[in-house]
């Protein structure tokens, strides 16, 4: 009886040890997190970008190109797979273009270092490495952190970052104050150290590969009228006031003004195509919107969608406001 008890529990101990070899700490996740990390040469992913607001969403399609030292080229399309804007960083600059306009833009921006961006993979390693104290959770399949992140604003806190066992991130969540999902980022593929050229950051190629067709470089232009969109996000002690049409050199336009505690002034204009596709010098930084690119300062923020240029600016709105009604104006929300 007593041999029978010793071998069960000498069995015991090699299953306990063996168990346990399997199990990495926190620790030894963030060290390895670290490593990989550091050894990533390039990366492609495929991801899926949604946002939500007010039990609306919004559903995007997001395509990624990294190349070491620091080039990045971030494809954005909706569900149709129109609309199509990037994002570049290339020795030259950080870049923004709209083929379908023929625009491009470039930034005297430090984007994407410049705070967190759910879509990057570097950003979520930073933001876990970074944070003193995240929340860990090791599961079957995948871990789990819980931090900080590093936005201009209070109301996007903190985030969820599921990573694979292999460390390429599966999905991310950012939440309001009030642990509301705000922003959710799905990877539905990572391709670790591809071998990606480096015209794929370059602007003149991407520009003219995005402008196939005649029909997607006129798109804009066959638009016969403006139409008028309104912001559905509600800002507290903040109404519309007046609506006002306008004619100018360039075509019609609408100047939407908001008063209240927050005033703010939305203009809405035609978009006209470019006749030179050279980058044009713009101020602020890039700014992901979901639907479009924009460019965003301390008290504006600016991008097209579907034909139309908008111009929002405020002296008293945040930029987190300034985006969250930049994002309801898009008049694709669905339910």
């Known amino acids: 009886m007593k041999k029978w008890s010793a071998l069960c529990l000498g069995a015991f101990l090699i299953m306990a040890l063996l168990s346990g070899c399997g199990t990495k700490s926190e620790k030894d996740v963030i060290n390895d997190l670290n490593k990989r990390y550091e050894n990533i040469n390039s990366y492609t992913t495929d991801a899926v970008m949604t946002f939500q607001h007010n039990g609306k969403k919004q559903i995007y399609q997001v ?43 470039r930034f005297d921006s430090d984007w994407p270092n410049n705070r967190s961006q759910a879509y990057l993979y570097h ?39 599921s990573l694979k066992k292999d460390l390429t991130p599966e999905n991310v969540q950012i939440k309001d104050k009030d642990q509301n999902v705000v922003v959710s980022v799905k990877f539905k593929t990572f391709k670790v150290n591809p071998s990606i050229a480096d015209k794929t950051f370059d602007v003149k190629q991407n520009m003219t590969a995005a402008r196939i067709s005649k029909s997607q470089t006129t798109a804009a ?41 927050k005033p703010f002034t939305l203009i809405e204009t035609k978009s006209q195509t470019a006749l030179s596709s050279v980058p044009t010098l713009a101020t602020g930084n890039p700014e992901n919107l979901g639907f479009a690119i924009g460019s965003i300062g301390n008290k504006s923020l600016s991008w097209s969608h579907n034909g139309t240029d908008y111009y929002l600016a405020s002296d008293k709105l945040t930029q987190n406001e300034l985006m969250t009604i930049a994002q309801s104006v898009n008049g694709t929300l669905t339910k």
């Open 63 to 105: 395509n990624i190109s990294y190349k070491k030292p620091n080039f990045y080229k971030v494809a954005l399309s909706d569900g149709k797979k129109e609309n199509k804007q990037m994002i570049l960083k290339n020795k030259e600059g950080v870049f923004v273009l709209t083929p379908e306009l023929n625009k491009s833009y």
């Open 123 to 161: 950003s979520l390693a930073k933001d876990i490495l970074n944070d003193p104290n995240p929340g860990f959770t090791a599961k079957d399949n995948h871990y789990v952190f819980k931090t900080k992140t590093n936005y201009n604003t209070t109301q996007l806190a903190n985030q969820s970052i």
């Open 221 to 261: 232009e066959n638009k016969t009228s403006l139409k008028l969109l309104y912001p559905t996000a509600v800002i507290s002690g903040t109404k519309l006031a007046t609506v006002k049409p306008e004619s100018t050199q360039i075509g019609d336009r609408y100047v939407l003004k908001y008063a209240g505690k």
